[in-house]
């Protein structure tokens, strides 16, 4: 069946680092374009990073020199570095695949940047 499945937040200190992984399994996988988004208690979902299936990037001004997007269409995983971890980042990171009429999420993961 179609899922993603997003592993690797947890709770880190500011200035930290924090790698989250997202492995798809019954799509395509190179067809589609994949993005992690982020919601905070109390705020909107937003955009985070996004991979296209050419390996474009795009980030949010927020996150940009921090995180990095990346890909293994070999194993079927997009990736996203954070580096330099701030108190604002903390939030529900989702995994997304878009390719035409499809649009996948991931169930999500929490990572808490405290001290």
């Known amino acids: 069946q179609v899922q993603l499945v997003e592993s690797g937040g947890g709770l880190v200190q500011p200035g930290g680092s924090l790698r989250l992984s997202c492995a798809a399994s019954?799509?395509?996988?190179?067809?589609?374009?994949m993005d992690w988004y982020r919601q905070a208690p109390g705020k909107q979902r937003e955009l985070v990073a996004g991979i296209t299936s050419g390996g474009s990037t795009k980030y949010a001004d927020s996150v940009k020199g921090r995180f990095t997007i990346s890909r293994d269409n070999a194993k079927n995983m997009v990736y996203l570095e954070m580096n330099s971890l701030k108190p604002e980042d903390t939030a529900v990171y989702y995994c997304?695949?878009?390719?035409?009429?499809?649009?996948?999420w991931g169930q999500g993961t929490q990572v808490t940047v405290s001290s």
């Open positions: 019954g799509i395509f996988f190179s067809l589609y374009a």
């Open positions: 997304n695949a878009k390719f035409g009429r499809s649009d996948i």
